[in-house]
T-cell receptor, first 113, second 110 residues
Framework: GAGVSQSPSNKVTEKGKDVELRCDPI?????LYWYRQRLGQGLEFLIY????????KSGLPSDRFSAERTGESVSTLTIQRTQQEDSAVYLC???????????FGPGTRLLVL | SQQGEEDPQALSIQEGENATMNCSYK?????LQWYRQNSGRGLVHLIL?????REKHSGRLRVTLDTSKKSSSLLITASRAADTASYFC??????????FGKGTLLTVNP
């Protein structure tokens, strides 16, 4: 079946603008995760959604970052008033349950000028 | 917080040789997952090994886990140029978070 998809693939924006990144998880996966990966670095956990439970937002770096998920489907990650240090690849993953394998999307490469 | 540390940071080998990468960690885990990443894009899941398992195989991949030493290794046999990528270990503790190290950059020269 279809894997995790993300859009856009690439996004170039000007400092101070808002951006919205989208993630479509694998159908039936109750858990959804967002990560950030800066150039040459590992993945930083941002936020976790599990079913209808309250999300774990403990990894969000500032209040400029927010995310939503509609039920067990699409999620959007919004970055307000973007800064140059927000430039990174933003990766979304989903899993059948929280202890299971995470399947990653291709990521959105964000460049803030 | 828990974070895996991959070793070496970079590895360069010739096609046909075996490649071994290691992952060390500090606190107990529920499972450990190895991923491959090409060109800084999405991660591809390779193998998940649970804390009560010692070894798993998948094709040319062999993963071992030694919980007493808090370490895991990924062996790629008969490497190919297409294996060139970054390899990450993801650690799963008692909750849902998967934490990653900085990865091992593997270059397989034709």
């Amino acid at each position: 079946g279809a894997g995790v998809s993300q859009s856009p693939s690439n996004k170039v924006t000007e400092k101070g603008k808002d951006v919205e990144l989208r993630c479509d998880p694998i159908s039936g996966h109750t858990a959804l995760y967002w990560y950030r990966q800066r150039l040459g670095q590992g993945l930083e956990f941002l936020i976790y959604f599990q079913g209808n439970s309250a999300p774990d937002k403990s990894g969000l770096p500032s209040d400029r970052f927010s995310a939503e998920r509609t039920g067990e489907s699409v999620s959007t990650l919004t970055i307000q008033r973007t800064q140059q240090e927000d430039s990174a690849v933003y990766l979304c993953a989903s899993s059948l349950g929280y202890q299971e394998t995470q399947y990653f999307g291709p990521g959105t490469r964000l460049l803030v000028l | 917080s828990q974070q895996g540390e991959e070793d070496p940071q970079a590895l360069s080998i010739q096609e046909g040789e075996n490649a071994t990468m290691n992952c060390s960690y500090k606190t107990s885990i529920n499972n450990l997952q190895w991923y491959r990443q090409n060109s800084g894009r999405g991660l591809v899941h390779l193998i998940l090994i649970r804390s009560n398992e010692r070894e798993k195989h998948s094709g040319r991949l062999r993963v071992t886990l030694d919980t007493s030493k808090k370490s895991s290794s990924l062996l790629i046999t008969a490497s190919r140029a297409a294996d060139t990528a970054s390899y990450f270990c993801g650690l799963r503790g008692s909750n849902y978070k998967l934490t990653f190290g900085k990865g091992t950059l593997l270059t397989v020269n034709p």
